[in-house]
């Protein structure tokens, strides 16, 4: 089980420069809404945080396979560092009617159901391969987010590159589901049969 793997790792298995990084970026959080909500409206110091730990999240998936270090841990802690980042600005942008409440509570339900799904695939030994449209959406929402730190220069186009990076995200998900449900299914139910013949097994 995932989480097993987690609790019976090893101190060289937990601190990886991977994990590290994404320990920063946890850290980042609370660091980026102080930063926020103080200076606000100069967003100046909390974009430099998001900045930096959006560098971070760019560079520890890259190290973590060239370096052979992806851990079980890793592997929860890397996206949700990044989601809860993410999460963290788009939040303080609602706070502040820089976007709309709606965008924000989308964007946290999406990014909720990946992550558990994400985990129960994951705990299952299942892996599906991200595609260019997800990869295009984020890429989207990441320069609408950038810009909504400097809302008298680029709004209203801020909000329209977030719809837009929502609507690619969406029509992402709603691909990943077409194409890969009957294999995850079957992968599932294959998990658990093999899992049952293994406890018969030991009884």
Partial sequence: MLYGNILIMNKKEIFTVPNMLSFFR?????????LFFIFSPNYWPALIVFVVASITDAIDGLIARKCN?????GIVLDPLADKLLKMSALFGFAFVSIIDWWL??????????????GVFLFKRKITIPSNIIGKTGTLVMSVGL???????TFAPWNNYLLYIGLGIIISSVIL?????FKEVLQKVKAYNQEKKTKKDEKS
């Fill in 26 to 34: 946890l850290v980042c959080v609370p660091i980026f809404l102080v």
């Fill in 176 to 180: 990943y589901v077409a194409i890969n």
């Fill in 146 to 152: 950038v810009m909504c730190f400097f809302p008298e």
């Fill in 69 to 73: 270090q992806i851990t079980p841990l």
């Fill in 104 to 117: 924000f509570g989308v964007l946290f339900g999406i990014d909720l159901l990946m992550i558990v799904v």
